[in-house]
């Protein structure tokens, strides 16, 4: 599943980042890598997520949240 498909308030592991070499780096810096547990915060209608990882919100755009592969974890 990607995280798009997500459900708010889930928590989940990130299995496989599927995206260009530059976007997946910045990604990486901000700590979310292949492993990393994170939380579905919110979802936007114009496809924007934002997700907790390592204590910290972040927001993504659609087409990254499309190539972000992951599995639910339970809490």
Request: avoid cysteine.
């Amino acid at each position: 599943m990607t995280l798009k498909d997500g459900r708010i308030g889930q928590s989940y592991l990130v299995k496989e980042l599927k995206l260009e070499q530059q976007v997946s780096r910045r990604l990486e810096a901000l700590g979310l890598i292949s492993g990393t547990r994170i939380q579905l915060m919110n979802q936007n209608t114009d496809g924007a997520v934002v997700l907790k990882v390592r204590g910290s919100r972040l927001a993504i755009g659609y087409r990254i949240a499309k190539a972000i592969r992951i599995e639910e974890v339970a809490r």
